[in-house]
């Protein structure tokens, strides 16, 4: 029997269109830059209830989500109108401070390969393995990456693939600040590899799985119909960022922290102070706008974007009605889920963790 089982944890699954299940959301008047309607009216539907500590999320083909449980070392398989399912342990998780079973993504060719990838943190380090998943049982697979240093704090952990097919990895310094600038080391990065974990062709520096540098703790990844990459990037007490990531680019941690106008560091896009956001988890939504999960922010923001891809001024939503947001994925219907992370670092409510599937207008 799994821990999931053993733990008897009660997940509560509402159904689409049940009215217990359903919150009025109204979303803000939009900038001039968007054009998403003023005041829209939308519902959220509670996908599931009663998590410890979820963490990462991507979807199957089929659109179930597969979901981490960051110090169960658990995969979920999570589908609207049922109840969750432990799918697996990966084998070596030791969790720790904010380290454990963190990011998941699904191979774009999942269909052929039936790969799936965790980035999880084990003994001695962080590492992403290669599993794979029969739709009912994951089963371990090789390591592909490791030697990304661990620690209480600073772990990053998301993966994502790219439009160009390749598997992204963002890294976070290790609470030592010095390896983010030295391209020698993975933490501090974003990595850009193959299914095998070698450096991916094209690369900015040769034999390097080194894509971007001069991050302090990356947890959100996501590109837009045009294939622009995006990152969020947690500020030490300063300012948050929202960054555009370019290959071979330097984003300036430790040396800076927010718009600093160096010549030799890439500027964030937007920033916001600390307590506004703690921004984890991004995705684009199918109004073409960013959507970042703030932890202490408590929020989800919006950032929208102009026809010439000029940022908007970010809208805050849902500010404390479901408490710190971990990750934000955008559903294959068009849906943003949301994953809540209360039960580490905020004060739970009834029905604690839980994902919810927010609606957008689909364009």
């Not at 994925?329 to 039960?343: E, F, I, K, Q, Y």
Request: charged residues 20%.
């Amino acid at each position: 029997m799994s821990r999931w089982a053993e733990a008897t944890l009660l997940i509560a699954v509402v159904l689409t269109g049940c009215t217990s299940g359903s919150d009025p959301v109204v979303f803000p008047t939009a900038s001039p830059a968007s054009t998403l309607p003023a005041s829209t009216p939308k519902t959220t539907q509670t996908i599931a209830t009663g998590l410890p500590v979820p963490w990462g999320l991507a979807f199957l083909p089929d659109g179930a989500a597969l979901v981490t449980l960051r110090d169960q070392g658990e995969v979920l398989r999570v589908a609207e109108g049922a109840t969750p399912v432990s799918v697996g342990h990966v084998p070596g998780v030791e969790p720790g401070g904010e380290g454990g079973l963190l990011g998941i993504a699904v191979s774009p060719t999942f269909a052929a390969d039936r790969s799936i990838f965790v980035y999880f943190t084990a003994q001695s380090d962080n590492r992403v393995m290669r599993m794979t998943f029969d739709g009912t049982t994951l089963t371990p697979g090789p390591i592909i990456v490791d030697g990304i240093g661990k620690a209480a704090n600073h772990d990053g952990g998301r993966l994502a693939f790219g439009p160009d097919g390749y598997l992204y990895i963002g890294t976070g310094d290790a609470d030592l600040r010095d390896p983010a600038q030295d391209k020698a080391s993975l933490n501090g990065k974003i990595l850009r590899v193959t299914t095998e974990g070698l450096p991916a062709p094209g690369n900015p520096f040769p034999g390097s799985r080194v894509w971007s540098l001069g991050h302090r703790n990356v947890q959100g990844m996501a590109w837009n119909r045009a294939g622009t990459m995006y990152a969020s990037e947690f500020g030490q007490n300063t300012w948050d960022e929202l960054n555009r990531i370019d290959p071979g680019s330097n984003y300036g941690w430790p040396d800076v922290e927010g718009i600093a106008h160096h010549n030799d560091f890439v500027d964030p896009i937007e920033q916001w102070p600390t307590d506004d956001a703690s921004p984890s988890g991004i995705t684009i939504g199918t109004d073409a706008a960013v959507y970042m999960a703030a932890l202490r922010g408590e929020s989800l923001w919006r950032i929208p974007f102009d026809a010439d891809g000029r940022p908007g001024t970010p809208q805050r939503l849902l500010q404390g009605r479901y408490g710190r947001l971990r990750t934000v994925m955008s559903a294959p219907d068009g849906r943003l889920w949301l994953v809540t992370s209360n039960t580490f670092r905020g004060t739970p409510r009834p029905g604690d963790d839980r994902i919810l599937a927010l609606g957008l207008p689909v364009r």
